[in-house]
């Protein structure tokens, strides 16, 4: 099976330029030329309906270094039949009870935590545009 990443395929400048002229149909994915006497026709992917599909770690991986993708969504499929059972009363009530034990921990914030030795600051020049990356 092939790896999905960010791109259907990326075709070098010195191919193009060999191939030229070529017709394009963007709309339909459809690049076509002569190459030694020959027509050729590239047809891109049609469109999908979008599915989740499982990616492996290493394709997690790579698909990140591009810089093309700035947010990943974890989803846990159900199957149609799947029912959902009423927590357990035993669960809910332990976790009701470190709730309450730790509530300290579990509180909103409503104001900065105080000065420290080592406060962590960023310098920003004025005017300065946030990369994103």
């Known amino acids: 099976m092939l790896d999905k990443l960010p791109y259907d395929a990326i075709l070098g400048y010195d191919l193009l330029k060999a191939n030229s002229p070529m017709q ?3 709309q339909a994915k459809i690049l076509q030329f002569q190459h030694m006497g020959t027509s050729i026709t590239i047809q891109g992917l049609t469109n999908t309906p979008d599915q989740v599909t499982p990616i492996s770690a290493t394709q997690l991986y790579k ?3 591009g810089n093309d993708i700035w947010a990943y969504v974890i989803v846990d499929p159900m199957t149609p039949n799947t029912q959902k059972h009423p927590p357990n009363q035993t669960q809910s009530e332990d976790l009701r009870n470190l ?4 509530a300290d921990v579990f509180q909103d914030t409503k104001h900065l935590p105080p000065p420290r030795s080592y406060d962590h600051s960023i310098p920003l020049q ?3 545009v946030l990369v994103n990356s």
């Not at 709730?99 to 730790?102: A, D, E, G, H, N």
């Open 99 to 102: 709730l309450v034990t730790y």
């Open 24 to 26: 394009c149909d963007w």
């Open 63 to 65: 698909s990140s270094q």
């Open 126 to 128: 004025p005017g300065t």
